[in-house]
Nanobody, 120 residues
Framework: QVRLVESGGGLVQAGGSLRLSCAAS????????MGWYRQAPGKERELVAT???????NYADSVEGRFTISRDDAKNTVYLQMNSLKPEDTAVYYC??????????????WGQGTQVTVSS
């Protein structure tokens, strides 16, 4: 099994910054793509950013230029640096990691979610 533990959420004023971390543990054979998603009250979960095994990032238009996703495979961890935060960034943020626990069997794993609240 693979377990994901998120940290770094909290309350911040508009214009501020937060850094989210998501560490994977367990019987990981290899890591594949990693990403962050968010879900605001009354809305569907949406993609925020993803990063490939080669380190290529992809961002939602709404966060492009403000958020930076990165990964440290030695620590099985994905990060999301969030700058210039806006009230509309308020949501529960979830990490998602695709990984194998044995060769050729790829699964997606989700974190428990961490609340980010941006006050105006």
């Amino acid at each position: 099994q693979v377990r994901l533990v998120e940290s770094g959420g909290g309350l911040v004023q508009a214009g501020g910054s937060l850094r989210l971390s998501c560490a994977a543990s367990g019987s990981i054979f290899s890591l594949n793509a990693m990403g962050w998603y968010r879900q605001a009250p009354g809305k569907e979960r949406e993609l925020v950013a993803t990063i490939s095994t080669g380190g290529s990032p992809n961002y939602a238009d709404s966060v492009e230029g403000r958020f930076t996703i990165s990964r440290d495979d030695a620590k099985n961890t994905v990060y999301l640096q969030m700058n210039s935060l806006k009230p509309e960034d308020t949501a529960v943020y979830y990490c998602k990691i695709r990984a194998t626990t044995k060769p050729g069997v790829l699964y997606s794993y989700w974190g428990q979610g961490t609340q980010v609240t941006v006050s105006s």
